[in-house]
């Protein structure tokens, strides 16, 4: 059976921490790997990291897949309150049509 | 901007009730997603899309059914809703050609309470 795994499932810091958030999955035939972050309402892209792709960063964001691991992790720097939010890891596999396979999350609290 | 909009935010059944969830995008994606998010479960799929009249289970379709009869519409219905099918409901949409993944876009999500 197809797995995404997060961790931890909850973490609370302060502005200014920096923080790693991890990724591992165990599918069949990867495609790639996506995050999300998750405020009050839908799910927003933060990034995409496939076998040819495998480290992105944006601004404060940044994200590294290692294939060898099966494994990705997100990190933050300089958290902010704004950072507070869910953060959901999906994997894509090749001829499913598509779907992504969802992480659980993670819960991230930034206190001022 | 691709928009996934979803007919309501908030919507309130009672138990029994046919309860229709509407989802529509605006970039022509082949796929279109209905998933529920629960806390400490995340996201589940339900049912998805890959073409107009074209439809697979996902992992929990059990009380629901889904419609796409246009390619910009995929409707989600839960036939007699009941108390634990009280959930947030999220629609996404992508585009997909062969075995390359697009990203999945997601709609604001409809919070369903069934009581």
């Known amino acids: 059976e197809d797995k995404v795994v997060q961790s931890p499932l909850s973490l609370v810091v302060h502005e200014g921490d920096t923080v790693t958030l991890n990724c591992s999955y165990e599918?069949?035939?990867?495609?790639?790997l996506l995050w999300y972050k998750q405020e009050k309402k839908a799910p927003t892209f933060l990034f995409m990291l496939?076998?040819?792709?495998i480290e992105k960063k944006s601004g404060r964001l940044s994200s590294i897949l290692d294939k060898k691991e099966l494994s990705s992790i997100l990190n933050i720097t300089a958290t902010q309150t704004g950072d507070s939010a869910i953060y959901l890891c999906?994997?894509?596999?090749?001829?499913?049509?598509?779907?992504?396979?969802f992480g659980r999350g993670t819960q991230l609290t930034v206190w001022p | 901007d691709v928009k996934v909009t979803q007919s309501s935010r908030y919507l309130v059944k009672r138990t029994g009730e046919k309860v229709f969830l509407e989802c529509v995008q605006d970039?022509?994606?082949?796929?279109m997603f209905w998933y529920r998010q629960d806390p400490g479960l995340g996201l589940r799929l339900i049912y998805f899309?890959?073409?107009?009249?074209?439809?697979e289970k996902g992992d929990i379709p059990e009380g629901y059914s889904v419609s796409r009869e246009k390619k910009e519409r995929f409707s989600l219905i839960l036939e007699s809703a009941s108390t634990n099918q009280t959930s947030m409901y999220l629609c996404?949409?992508?585009?997909?050609?062969?075995?390359?993944?697009?990203?999945?876009?997601f709609g604001q999500g409809t919070r369903l309470t069934v009581v």
């Open positions: 996404a949409s992508s585009d997909f050609s062969g075995l390359e993944v697009r990203i999945a876009f």
């Open positions: 599918v069949t035939n990867f495609r790639s």
């Open positions: 496939t076998s040819s792709g």
């Open positions: 999906a994997v894509n596999r090749g001829s499913t049509l598509g779907r992504l396979y």
């Open positions: 970039m022509d994606h082949e796929n």
């Open positions: 899309s890959y073409d107009v009249k074209m439809k």
